[in-house]
C-alpha cells in the first residue's frame, strides 16, 4: 500500500524507566545489528517500490543509542521524505552522533530530557544529567538540525512549583523550536507507581494548576499551543504527530509497531526474538491485525481531532455526536460550532477529556 506516513521503532534503552510502557528492551547489544537489517529488510517489503514519503519518525527505546555506524546504516535505508525526526537521549549525544543525524538526512530531534532538576530525574530513573541536557543541544545545533523538540514532563512526584518553573526557564533558555510537555502518566502496577504512588496521589489536585501554568509561560515564550500537549515555535509543529492527530494512514516497521490503514490496525508483536526469527526467515512480522469498525474510527477522528486548536471538520462525523451536549458546552463556553466544524475554546482545552467524553455517543 502507498502510504505517507512512516514510523520506525527501536527498541533498546540502556536502562528502562519505572513509568515508560513502551516496548522497549534493555541491553542485547549483540542483537542491534540483526535488528537493524531486519528493520531495513521489513522497509523494504512494507514500502515495495515506493521511494518517498511525507514524513519519517524513528522512535523508541533510544534510537541514539545504536552506535553511529548501524544508526547510519538504518538512516540510509530510509525513503526520501520532507521531515525525518528521530528521537536521542541527552547523554547519547556527541558530535560525531550529531554528524551521523545530519548527514543521514535527519531534520528534526526530539530530545528527552524530562526535567532539569537532579531530584526529578533521579525519580524517573533518567541517565542525563542537566548538564548532559545542556550540553546536547549546542551540539546538535552547531550540526545542523533544523528543528529540534524537548521532551518535558510535570506531574513527576516531588515536584514543587517552583521546580516547575525552573524546567521551564532551563529549557527556554535553551531556545528549542518545540516543546512536548506531559503530565506523567504512572500506570497502575508499576513498580514506579508503587514506590511513589502515595506522593502521586498527594499532588493530584495541583496538576491542573501546573497545566495551566506551562500553558500560560509557553504562550508568553512566543510557543503557539497547537495540541494538547505541543508547543511550537512558527513552522515547526510536528507533521508527523499532526498525521496521527488527523486521522492518516501510516505505516509502522519494528517490534511493538503499530500501523493503521483504514479500518484496519496491525499490531507487530513485542517480541523481539520472534521479530528477528521471522524477519529473518523472509516472512512478515508476526502481528495482531484488528479490524475497525467505521464507528470507532470515526470517534478516533473526533477525539484526536479535537486535541487540536485548529476545527475540526465535522462532516461524516455528526452521528457520532451528542447535538444536544454539544449545544450545551458550547452554552458554557467550552466549545465553539462553525459552518460544518467544531473546536475547543481555550478554557474547553484545559478539560478536554471530559468535553470530548460527555459529546461522543
Known sequence: MAVDHLYVHVPFCAHRCGYCDFVTVTGNEDLRARYVDALISELRAGLGSQV????????????????????????AALPAREELTVECNPETITE???????????TRVSLGAQSFRPHLL???????????????????????????????????PGQAEADLDGDLDDALSLRPDHI??????????????????????????????YYERVVERLQAAGFRWYETANFCRPGHEARHNLAYWEGHDYLGVGVGAVSTHGL??????????????????GSPAPAETEELTAEERAQERVMLGLRLDRPLV?????DQLVPEQVDRLERAGLLSKGDGTLVLSERGRFVANSVIATILR
Open 122 to 156: 533521579s525519580t524517573l530513573e533518567r541517565l542525563a544529567s542537566p548538564e548532559a541536557i545542556r550540553a546536547a543541544v549546542p551540539v546538535l545545533r552547531d550540526a545542523g538540525i533544523q528543528s529540534l523538540n524537548l521532551d518535558l514532563m510535570f506531574g513527576v
Open 96 to 106: 560525531a552522533k550529531a554528524r551521523t543525524l545530519v548527514e543521514g538526512g535527519v
Open 314 to 318: 465535522v462532516n461524516g462525523l455528526a
Open 52 to 75: 518517498a514519503v511525507a514524513t519519517v519518525f524513528v522512535g523508541g527505546g533510544t534510537p541514539s543509542l545504536l552506535d553511529d555506524q548501524l544508526l547510519a546504516r538504518l538512516l
Open 180 to 209: 512536548s510537555y506531559y503530565e506523567l502518566e504512572a500506570k497502575p502496577g508499576t513498580r514506579f507507581t508503587h514506590r511513589n504512588g502515595a506522593e502521586l496521589e498527594r499532588q493530584a489536585d495541583a496538576m491542573e494548576r
Open 264 to 281: 484496519r490496525r496491525t499490531h507487530v508483536r513485542p517480541s523481539l526474538r520472534h521479530y528477528l526469527e521471522a524477519v529473518e526467515a
